[in-house]
């Protein structure tokens, strides 16, 4: 058998590195959203504090988390994200 030596695509790296970006922004949304879902809603809704009308749990976990993500998505992509050729590199060669 002969081996070929296999060239890596630079694509495959910044692919990988946007994808564990998002990974983290998810873990993140879901470590927000449980914490504030499951820390200040597991009391007794007598006792819960509202803001803008809804408890704090729900607000604090769905709607400004909603707002915190949506703003660290854009800053992610603005500035950690690179547009890259998706067509193949042999193509472009005469």
Same mark, same amino acid.
């Given at each position: 058998?002969?081996?070929?030596?296999?060239?890596?695509?630079? =694509?495959f790296?910044?692919?990988? =590195?946007?994808?564990?970006i998002?990974?983290? $922004?998810?873990?993140?949304?879901?470590?927000?959203?449980?914490?504030?879902?499951?820390? $200040?809603?597991?009391?007794? *809704?007598? &006792?819960?504090?509202?803001?803008?009308?809804?408890p704090?749990?729900?607000?604090?976990?769905?709607?400004?988390?909603?707002?915190?993500?949506?703003?660290?998505?854009?800053?992610?992509?603005?500035?950690?994200?690179k &547009?890259? *050729? $998706? &067509? &193949?590199?042999?193509?472009?060669? *005469?």
């Amino acid at each position: 058998m002969i081996k070929q030596k296999q060239t890596i695509d630079a =694509r495959f790296n910044v692919a990988n =590195r946007e994808a564990l970006i998002g990974v983290g $922004l998810v873990i993140f949304n879901f470590i927000w959203w449980f914490g504030f879902a499951y820390g $200040l809603g597991s009391g007794d *809704p007598e &006792d819960y504090s509202y803001i803008f009308g809804f408890p704090a749990w729900f607000f604090y976990s769905c709607i400004l988390g909603f707002i915190i993500m949506v703003v660290l998505t854009v800053i992610a992509v603005k500035f950690f994200f690179k &547009d890259i *050729p $998706l &067509d &193949d590199e042999e193509e472009n060669q *005469p």
